[in-house]
């Protein structure tokens, strides 16, 4: 009876783990790299590439930057 349940878990534990491969390798990553409209305190003023420098990276900037893209969401189950 112990091997029975010993070779379960191990048959168990193979296809779980073949499964989490399955979806894993399914799924597409969401890459945010590409251009991003770019502005201090929400004022949207240019087109940057991300990753990228926006300004001057010898100075703190005077206000916030804020980045802002529109992206498509893949279609969830």
Same mark, same amino acid.
């Given at each position: ?7 379960? /878990?191990?048959?168990? &534990?193979?296809?779980?783990?073949? %499964?989490?491969?399955?979806?894993? $390798? ?15 305190? /929400?004022?949207?003023? &240019?087109?940057?590439?991300?990753? %990228?420098?926006?300004?001057?990276? $010898? ?19």
């Amino acid at each position: 009876m112990k091997i029975n349940r010993t070779f379960f /878990r191990i048959i168990f &534990s193979l296809c779980m783990f073949a %499964g989490s491969i399955f979806c894993l $390798s399914a799924q597409t990553p969401l890459l945010l790299y590409g251009e991003w409209e770019f502005g201090l305190n /929400r004022e949207y003023v &240019s087109q940057v590439n991300v990753p %990228g420098v926006t300004g001057d990276p $010898s100075k703190m900037a005077e206000r916030e930057s804020w980045f802002k893209r529109e992206i498509k969401l893949p279609d969830g189950n």
